[in-house]
Nanobody, 121 residues
Framework: QVQLVESGGGLVQAGGSLRLSCAAS????????MGWYRQAPGKQRELVAS???????TYTDSVKGRFTISRDNAKKTAYLQMNSLKPEDTAVYYC???????????????WGQGTQVTVSA
């Protein structure tokens, strides 16, 4: 079964750090652009950061200089290192892959189950 498995969320004080992981599991041959999204209560889901298979990255302005996205292509895993966390970073964080190539063919727009990040003031 092909799925994205997230881990690493939790509760942290403002100024602290967390590292999220997203592993693509199953019979997967290639992984496209991996992205981290977040959704706070009452707000729309927003793209936080993304990284393609060549390592090119994008970040939303509010996390630039604080968050770092990376990936290990051999492990089919993406990471989001979050430093200097602020209460406004509190949200459910979701992993997304735009295209997976699997034994059953391509899969588009895959999502993980989400992991809660809570930053206390």
């Amino acid at each position: 079964q092909v799925q994205l498995v997230e881990s690493g969320g939790g509760l942290v004080q403002a100024g602290g750090s967390l590292r999220l992981s997203c592993a693509a599991s199953g019979r997967i041959y290639t992984v496209g652009v991996m992205g981290w999204y977040r959704q706070a209560p009452g707000k729309q889901r927003e793209l936080v950061a993304s990284i393609d298979s060549g390592g090119d990255t994008t970040y939303t302005d509010s996390v630039k200089g604080r968050f770092t996205i990376s990936r290990d292509n051999a492990k089919k895993t993406a990471y989001l290192q979050m430093n200097s966390l602020k209460p406004e970073d509190t949200a459910v964080y979701y992993c997304n892959v735009d295209r997976l190539t699997t034994q059953f063919g391509p899969r588009f727009d895959s999502w993980g189950q989400g992991t809660q990040v809570t930053v206390s003031a």
